[in-house]
């Protein structure tokens, strides 16, 4: 069992950045692959970055790519996104998963969820 628990989220504007975490309980978590995901309001949640076990391979949205970053301290159980360059279309509840199958772009994969943290980026 992992519990994840998001945060770093916030009030923002455009071109700014924010940090979030995601904390994980367990002494397993450096054997799951994790990632980010995000739901605005009105729209599907979507695939935002994914990190391998090891941290050696991430996988990003082309929305994103360039401007955000995943990464992980599997010494301190923590993933981590950093968002530069935010737009107001980044505006969403963001969360972080855990899978212990392979990163993946498909939310359907992970096995462990978050409660989430909301981000807000004005114009």
């Known amino acids: 069992q992992v519990q994840l628990v998001e945060s770093g989220g916030g009030l923002v504007q455009a071109g700014g950045s924010l940090r979030l975490s995601c904390a994980a309980s367990g002494r397993t978590f450096s054997s799951y692959a994790m990632g980010w995901f995000r739901q605005a309001p009105g729209k599907e949640r979507e695939f935002v970055a994914a990190?391998?076990?090891?941290?050696?391979?991430?996988y990003y949205a082309d929305s994103v790519k360039g401007r955000f970053t995943i990464s992980r301290d599997n010494a301190k159980n923590t993933v981590y996104l950093q968002m530069n360059s935010l737009k107001p279309e980044d505006t969403a509840v963001y969360y972080c998963a855990a899978t212990s199958n392979y990163y993946s772009d498909y939310g359907g994969t992970y096995d462990y969820w978050g409660q989430g943290t909301q981000v807000t980026v004005s114009s």
């Open positions: 990190i391998s076990w090891s941290g050696g391979s991430t």
